[in-house]
């Protein structure tokens, strides 16, 4: 959804919610889920940290995973009296020489909108074909309505889509969803009709909230009274919560502030570098500045982490361990900032030309009313000054996990040119950057955001009893994460020829098996017809700009 530059965070969660994408169609796609499933021969890279190990054979009965066979050794053929037995009416995968890891999660997925022109099915499918399984909804900005009725869909799986948890944003109109979970103890009384400004209100929608089957709230910030109150009611209903702290409020709430009232993730970064004010309590902006005025806004925000105690200083491990014990997630999103330190590589991926709609290549465009679009005059001075910030961003990050944090994989795809799902995959590539090792980055993108979802008994690892959520890739992730990308990775092979990749060649979702290479291919075809339809010859991942 495409917004335009506002001064409050009330109305930012307000419009966002207005318009909405068409909805996802009936599922075509993918087989299954089979009376009994066996993937066989292949090397498990499991989301709790354990090394690879290989050969085993998964057997998935319906959609619930029932045995994991270590069937043999490296190099050694498998004996066949060894193998689970396939039943009647059973479907086998041969898997040997390839890599099965748990579904993704992608804990900050906004599910497209009007102004970028992204259906559903375009989004879903660009997932799922990354492997991600499982999306985190921050915002339900196509209303909390379609993205409930969307969420039961996928979970009777009459849509091709992974699983949806529903997070509205703190304030957004609820009126209009029917209430779905009984309580006699919890009548709603009215709702607000303008923005939240007292305790009463805030539990008031929250409570409402609840009732009509939301997972949890995003919030962007509030008065100290409001945040306190809605994040107690929040967190005694049993809800997950996520943050934005934005700037607008976070100079008295920061993410130590939410931290302590039971948000359970910081999304992005910002409120954590204010919570290391050691010199100032208020972001230093220069006497010129304009919130409303994007390119301001993202300049300085690239000064924010330079402000803040240093690494490994007195204040800066103080922050760190108080949200470690107090279990918060972070939720980095590397990725959707990548084009502020690099603008020229986020234009110019390999993706765009054949999976970027040229609605949404025209939504990414520079403009002054249009959020994440804010390349008014963006340089060299302001690209060094955000990878310094990184620098620092990351140190942090890494050193959370390091010292037993919990650090999740979140894309916010749809703005700044990053796509969905090819942007996940950046996402991966960014932690390792930070200083994740491979098996840390698989596990930042699986049981991580199952235990934050407080999904870690469904999902995250592949174990028995869990539910058949799996990709199987025919190179070795851990090897070169570039090998999960749609696109591929470039490979010279022994005979001399450049080749690409083929990316995941399954992703697997309630044991349902979904060709990763045909849905890419579906979506092709939809920019391509797109393309058509708009007349258009030139390519939108190079720009003709004059």
């Given at each position: 959804m495409k917004i335009v530059s506002l001064t409050t965070a009330f109305l930012i969660q307000t419009i966002v919610c207005l318009a909405q994408i068409t909805p996802a169609p009936n599922r075509i796609e993918g087989e299954g889920p089979f009376p009994q499933l066996i993937i066989r021969g292949a090397t498990l890279i499991n989301g709790n940290g354990a090394p690879p190990m290989g050969p085993v054979d998964i057997v998935i009965e319906k959609n619930k995973i029932v045995k994991i066979a270590n069937v043999g050794f490296p190099g050694v053929a498998i004996d066949p009296d060894k193998r689970p037995i396939l039943i009647a009416g059973g479907k086998e995968i041969d898997a040997e020489g390839k890599y099965v890891l748990p579904g993704f999660i992608d804990m900050h997925g906004h599910i497209g909108g009007e102004s970028q022109g992204t259906p559903a099915e375009y989004v879903f499918k660009l997932w799922l074909a990354h492997g991600v399984t499982t999306v985190r909804d921050p915002s339900a900005g196509n209303g909390l309505k379609w993205v409930l009725d969307h969420k039961k869909k996928s979970e009777a799986n009459t849509?091709?889509?992974?699983?949806?948890?529903?997070?509205?944003?703190?304030?957004q109109n609820i009126e209009n969803v029917p209430i779905a979970i009984a309580s006699s103890k919890r009548e709603v009384t009215e709702l607000s009709k303008g923005p939240i400004t007292n305790e009463e209100e805030a539990r008031s929608w929250v409570r409402a909230n609840y009732q009509r089957g939301a997972d949890g709230i995003k919030f962007f910030g509030a008065s100290p009274e409001v945040m306190k109150a809605a994040l107690d009611e929040?967190?005694?209903?049993?809800?997950?919560?996520?943050?934005?702290?934005?700037?607008?409020?976070?100079?008295?709430?920061?993410?130590v502030n939410s931290a302590e009232a039971g948000l359970t993730s910081l999304e992005h970064w910002y409120g954590l570098p204010e919570s290391m004010f050691t010199q100032q309590v208020v972001q230093n902006y220069p006497v010129n500045y304009n919130y409303s005025n994007e390119q301001d806004r993202f300049t300085e925000a690239g000064r924010l982490w330079e402000q803040a105690a240093p690494p490994y200083s007195e204040k800066w491990n103080e922050v760190m361990n108080h949200l470690i014990a107090l279990d918060f997630t972070l939720d980095p999103t590397f990725n959707i900032y990548e084009a502020n330190r690099d603008l020229m590589r986020s234009i110019n991926a390999d993706w765009h030309r054949d999976y970027t709609l040229p609605s949404l290549w025209k939504f990414y465009e520079p403009s002054k009313i249009s959020h994440g679009s804010y390349w008014h005059y963006w340089g060299t001075e302001e690209e060094v000054t955000w990878k310094k910030n990184y620098q620092l961003w990351m140190t942090f990050v890494n050193e959370y996990k390091n010292r037993g944090g919990r650090v999740t994989t979140g894309s916010d795809s749809g703005f700044i040119y990053q796509l969905y799902g090819f942007a996940y995959i950046r996402e991966l590539e960014l932690?390792?950057?930070?200083?994740?090792?491979p098996l840390e980055v698989i596990r930042a993108a699986t049981l991580m955001g199952a235990e934050a979802l407080g999904m870690s008994d469904q999902i995250g690892t592949i174990e028995i009893g869990k539910l058949a959520d799996l990709v199987i890739v025919e190179e070795n992730p851990l090897a070169n994460l570039k090998v999960l990308y749609g696109t591929g990775a470039i490979k010279l092979t022994d005979q001399n020829k450049i080749i690409r990749t083929k990316g995941i060649q399954f992703t697997i979702k309630d044991g349902i098996i979904f060709d990763s290479q045909s849905l890419l291919n579906d979506v092709r075809n939809m920019v391509l017809a797109a393309k058509k339809e708009n007349g258009e010859l030139v390519n939108p991942g190079y720009p003709n700009w004059k």
């Open positions: 849509i091709t889509a992974p699983r949806i948890k529903a997070y509205t944003s703190f304030g929040n967190k005694k209903l049993g809800l997950g919560s996520a943050c934005h702290h934005a700037q607008l409020n976070v100079g008295w709430w920061n993410a932690l390792r950057e930070a200083g994740f090792n």
